[in-house]
């Protein structure tokens, strides 16, 4: 067996243990309220169990991480599937750290899925193993990449426990303006969550079912004012066409609930080959994320929130804000290193200049940014508690939108990391 076929083999085993443990953790946290049981035993035991099949899926996938090195001849973060990969990974080791520290069980409950969730969304993308591209063929590689991912990951941890803080400390039964608004907007964070969720549904649905369609695109090429002859090139969907590629006609298309057609085509102003498909990605993600989100509110017939809440209710919320600060506070730092010094470096030596105002690179900025100023009023300004723990969701959202939005969105210099 190769190695290739072992990191595939371990990435799988490391998702199935990662679902198991997170199934753990609920049995953990919930089941302590069962009649005839000791709840401190019950959390107890179950929390041993639950940390020792985390700790078993971290191996498999450091031993994922280790043969696909081995196979390829490089750290495995030079394409989007490998990247995701790698972070859900740091995910585990930064939760893994925190809750030796603070040996809070309800953390793995909401840490966990951030993985599993992570790893669903690599395996959207390709995952054949593929040269390097030149400007990747470089020692920061290993450091850049290494780093963002590992600061992000810490910034993950402080999301969780800064979200558990919210719903711990939000009154959900009051009636009054500001308690409304603080419910809908921790609503609307658990919403966002479920239109990933929904993007990796939707994509994993239409290549089971083996859905295509293909349009051809005019692509006129202008030489010193001379128009040259149009080159054709074919755009292919593997969800149905919401959205076509601009000036394109269609080649063929399989019907879907009536859709034998696109509805519109991409507008002219937006940039790159696949910006079509990947606007017609997006709309996909947010129809899906809706679809699952209005099914789970019929189900459960009470918002997500609500559902959560009483979850949390038997920790204290000094201790979640403590947690969610200590991981924002080591994060920081690794980020600052690897996101932006040792990028801006590494830019310079690929590119020929420290700074290019890419879609990535000033996404990247905007979050250290964010993140400076979740420190600097956190320890000049007393930002503690409620303010805190907003500021730690938003940042890790903002942290999300630079790692999908602007790979599904935005061309740039990093979209050697997009998706087919």
Request: glycine content about 6%; aromatic content about 16%; proline content about 4%.
């Amino acid at each position: 067996m190769s190695f290739l076929e072992v990191s595939r083999q371990a990435f799988v085993i490391a998702f199935y243990l990662y679902c198991l443990s997170f199934i753990f953790y609920v049995v953990a946290v919930t089941g302590k309220t069962w009649r005839n049981r000791d709840p401190k035993q019950h959390e107890r035991k179950w929390g041993i169990i639950s940390f020792a099949t985390s700790s078993l899926g971290l191996l498999a996938h450091l031993v994922y991480c280790g043969t696909r090195w081995a196979y390829s001849g490089h750290v495995p973060v030079s394409n989007m599937y490998e990247f995701m990969t790698f972070l859900s990974m740091m995910v585990m080791v930064a939760f893994t750290v925190v809750f030796l520290i603070y040996r809070k069980i309800l953390l793995g409950m909401f840490a966990l899925p951030i993985a599993i969730i992570i790893m669903a969304y690599a395996a959207v993308f390709p995952q054949d193993v593929q040269p390097l591209i030149p400007s990747l063929r470089s020692i920061w590689l290993y450091i850049h990449v290494t780093l963002a991912a590992l600061g992000e990951s810490f910034f993950a941890v402080g999301f969780a426990a800064g979200l558990m803080y919210l719903l711990r400390t939000i009154d959900f039964s009051a009636k009054d303006k500001i308690s409304r608004r603080q419910k809908w907007w921790v609503e609307f964070t658990l919403f966002s969550i479920i239109i990933v969720v929904g993007f990796i549904v939707s994509v994993f649905a239409f290549r089971a079912s083996g859905y295509e369609a293909v349009f051809t695109q005019n692509a006129t090429k202008i030489d010193s004012q001379v128009e040259q002859d149009s080159t054709i090139d074919k755009k292919m969907y593997s969800m149905p066409p919401i959205v076509a590629p601009h000036d394109s006609s269609v080649e063929s298309i399989q019907p879907f609930l009536g859709l034998d057609k696109p509805l519109f085509e991409a507008p002219a102003w937006m940039k790159g080959d696949n910006s079509g498909r990947k606007l017609n990605t997006v709309l996909w993600a947010l129809i899906s994320g809706v679809i699952i989100y209005v099914l789970l509110r019929l189900i459960l017939r009470r918002s997500l929130s609500e559902l959560l809440a009483p979850t949390v209710k038997s920790i204290d919320p000094d201790d979640l804000d403590e947690i969610s600060y200590r991981a924002i506070a080591i994060g920081f730092p690794i980020f600052t290193l690897g996101a932006l010094i040792f990028a801006m470096i590494w830019a310079q030596q690929a590119w020929g200049r420290f700074w290019g105002w890419d879609p990535k690179e000033v996404w990247a900025l905007i979050t250290w940014l964010f993140y400076s100023a979740y420190l600097h009023l956190r320890l000049s300004r007393g930002f503690q508690g409620r303010k805190a723990s907003w500021l730690a969701v938003l940042g890790f959202l903002v942290v999300m939108f630079t790692l999908v939005g602007v790979n599904l969105i935005i061309a740039g210099l990093h979209s050697y990391a997009g998706t087919d």
